[in-house]
């Protein structure tokens, strides 16, 4: 079994793990409202996708439940 020869720095491991960070996820805009969205995704604000509308468009804040 290949054993390292040397103990790697921590200096050296730190460097390594600084490339392992999180992607920002990407946002294109919608070509109908032109509000972010991602991308391959309906939009939900007008409800299109692919040039056609394909759910009804979203009201009020995003979820369907009432404050009261």
Same mark, same amino acid.
């Given at each position: 079994?290949?054993?390292? =020869? ?6 050296? &491991? ?6 392992? =960070?999180?992607?920002? /996820?990407? #946002?294109?805009? $919608? /070509?109908? $409202? !032109?509000? /972010?969205?991602? /991308?391959?995704? #309906? $939009?939900? #604000? $007008?409800? &299109?996708?692919?040039?056609?509308? #394909? ?5 009020? !804040?995003? !979820? ?5």
């Amino acid at each position: 079994m290949a054993v390292p =020869k040397k103990k790697q720095a921590h200096a050296r &491991t730190a460097q390594r793990r600084a490339q392992h =960070k999180i992607a920002a /996820p990407a #946002v294109n805009e $919608c /070509p109908r $409202c !032109h509000s /972010p969205r991602m /991308p391959h995704r #309906v $939009c939900a #604000v $007008c409800g &299109t996708y692919a040039g056609r509308e #394909v759910m009804a468009a979203a009201a009020g !804040h995003g !979820h369907d439940h009432d404050h009261g």
